[in-house]
């Protein structure tokens, strides 16, 4: 790629957790405030309060950074951004998810280029007359990782099958608390890769304490993984997780069959994703409130059956879009030289 951005500045809401990692790669990052204008009385108010304090922020940084492209996907804080740079700077929307959020509804009609991750997506913009086809971005040296290697970094023996748990980077209470009690039945046949989040991590960490000896050696739990996600995926053999963007992007690049419980308490999306997954073969599902019933026997079918998780496997790989992240920066290189030419 022969055009290269000079300079980035990431725009994000106040109080999130993005702040940290945007700022580890080396971004330089602001923050507005945002909120979504939801609700009936005072919640309205406030909403509306944060969403023209926002606007007004946004204009002001971009009256100073003076951008040549601005790239959003998605969330409270993309609204008044892309209202104050309406018409004066090039907007590529980049859709993480399946079915687009409200946000991004809302500014596909400002956008001049909609970045989206799977052919299914296309039906969410009927008239848009720019939608391309890039798949799901990750991060540089996730998949630099090889099963063997994986394992080793992790402590996970060869001989035995390895159930990934994880919940986003927050972690996921129900999925943690239904995994909790079954821990001495799921380790009596395979190893668990058991990503917490750090609300439950206390609560995590004392069940692993009380484990029986034969089987704590089977069980890795972590509040948290970084630089080694990459390799909790290629030590994978299943995966239970939530269903959010990282599901429909990161689990085809790594060709994991999963066990996907779409968070219940939000908009729609999550089901969205994972019915596209399991549509094709890669995925299974269960609900939030059948966890504590139908967990244990949905694994341990899957885990018993190698030839129906190949079978998974190889429709999830055939998912997978590697160079997202390439197609979707020559796109933002191309609006901004179309602006400044």
């Known amino acids: 790629m022969e055009d290269r951005v000079d300079e980035l500045l990431w725009v994000g809401g106040r109080g ?3 702040a940290d990692l945007v700022r580890r790669e080396g971004i330089p990052f602001t923050a507005i405030p945002a909120s979504g204008v939801h609700g009936v009385g005072l919640r309205t108010v406030v909403g509306l309060g944060r969403a023209v304090q926002g606007y007004f922020a946004a204009r002001k940084i971009i009256r100073q950074f003076r951008p040549d492209a601005m790239l959003f996907t998605g ?3 993309a609204v008044p951004v892309a209202l104050a740079g309406r018409g004066k700077v090039p907007i590529l929307l980049y859709v993480p998810d399946i079915e687009p959020g409200l946000a991004l509804k809302t500014l596909a009609r400002f956008a001049d280029q909609i970045a989206l991750i799977a052919e299914d997506s296309r039906a969410f913009f ?5 939608l391309s086809v890039t798949g799901h971005p990750v991060r540089q040296g996730l998949a630099d990782w090889d099963r063997q290697r994986a394992r080793e970094v992790l402590g996970l023996s060869a001989d035995l099958p390895v159930l990934l748990v994880f919940g986003g980077s927050k972690g996921a209470r129900s999925i943690n608390r239904a ?5 001495p039945e799921l380790l009596a046949e395979m190893q668990v890769l058991h990503l917490t989040g750090r609300l439950d991590w206390p609560e995590v960490k004392a069940a692993r304490d009380a484990l029986a000896p034969e089987l704590a050696g089977r069980y890795r739990a972590f509040p948290y993984l970084h630089e080694e996600m990459g390799a909790a995926y290629a030590a994978a053999d299943l995966v239970l997780s939530r269903a959010g963007a ?10 994991v069959p999963a066990i996907l419980v779409p ?3 939000a908009w ?4 969205v994703n994972a019915q596209y997954l399991a549509r094709h073969g890669a995925a299974v599902i269960l609900e939030n409130h059948d966890l504590p019933r139908q967990l244990l ?6 885990m018993r059956d190698p030839d129906r998780r190949a079978q998974m496997r190889a429709a999830m790989q055939s998912l997978a879009r590697p160079g997202a992240a390439k197609r979707i920066a020559e796109q933002l290189c191309a609006l901004a030289t179309a602006q400044t030419s």
Do not use: K
């Open 246 to 255: 990282s599901a429909v992007g990161e689990l085809p690049l790594f060709a």
């Open 126 to 130: 009927p008239t848009h007359p720019r």
């Open 75 to 77: 969330g409270y804080v």
């Open 268 to 271: 729609r999306y999550q089901i």
């Open 297 to 302: 026997p949905t694994v341990r079918t899957l």
């Open 16 to 18: 999130g957790m993005e």
């Open 263 to 265: 968070y219940p308490w």
């Open 179 to 183: 995994v909790i009690p079954l821990l």
